[in-house]
């Protein structure tokens, strides 16, 4: 069953801006928290931004993106979100979406996002 599905990656210039949607299933329940990973080529998979569902204030970011990407959610589509502003050629990544609910974790399939300089 497939539980969260994510979209809006791509290619983009250096400087420029994205948003992913990460959409959660009906049986995602809307507690917990949300995250967006990325994983680099030959790097592993670094946590990029978080967010507590039923507190969307409570966000914390890595320090590689704060100030240019910010994570937010909509409870009533049951979605969440990350703007990535200021793109620099090492955000290449695929970046994946979760959602952490009572011990356990549900994943996006990834989407690419490509910065070019």
């Known amino acids: 069953q497939v539980t969260l599905v994510e979209s809006g990656g791509g290619l983009v210039q250096a400087g420029g801006s994205l948003k992913l949607t990460c959409i959660g299933h009906?049986?995602?329940?809307?507690?917990?928290?949300r995250a967006w990973y990325r994983q680099a080529p030959g790097k592993q998979r670094e946590l990029v931004a978080t967010?507590?569902?039923?507190?969307?204030?409570?966000?914390t970011y890595s320090d590689s993106v704060k100030g240019r990407f910010y994570i937010s959610r909509d409870n009533s589509k049951n979605e969440f979100y990350l703007q990535m502003n200021g793109l620099k050629a090492e955000d290449t990544a695929v970046y994946y979406c979760?959602?952490?609910?009572?011990?356990?974790?549900?994943w996006g399939q990834g989407t690419q996002v490509t910065v070019s300089e």
């Open positions: 979760a959602a952490h609910i009572r011990g356990r974790e549900y």
């Open positions: 967010i507590v569902w039923n507190d969307a204030t409570n966000t």
């Open positions: 009906r049986s995602i329940s809307r507690i917990g928290y």
